[in-house]
């Protein structure tokens, strides 16, 4: 019998931005709140599976579904322990993934937003299809 492969195509359409900021995940989900009209709420951790590790590493993740919009917004810590979810942007303390119906011309206005926290040392755009580690981002 002939065996068969199946390609899977993951979907990277959203939106990322990396966060530098030296604050907690809740304070900074709390700025947010204020700044980008937003009602973050802690979620479940990922949990990544390392090769060659018993262990799992755990990233917190809190989440807000715009029901108007019909998009998910999603603070997602880039850094537990010594390990990193997104190692190529070890600059970036939290990433903000926003999936969904996000207009694009929205992108500078909520970059500056976030940029405008004081805590916030600064905010940038991540392209998902560059990362070599783009494959920790689906959950």
Known sequence: MAKKKLLIENDYDFFLFGISCS?????????????LKTSFQKNNDIEI?????KEQVRFSVFAFKNE?????????????GNKFLIPEFKQADYLLLVQGEFPYEEK?????KIKSISFVQTAFEIEPQKLKSKENLIF
Do not use: G, H
């Open 23 to 35: 604050e907690k995940a809740y304070r900074l989900c709390w700025a947010l709140n204020m700044q």
């Open 108 to 112: 500078a206005s909520v970059l500056k």
């Open 68 to 80: 108007e919009l019909f998009s998910d917004y999603k603070v997602i810590a880039n850094r537990s």
């Open 49 to 53: 599976n390392e090769k060659n590790v």
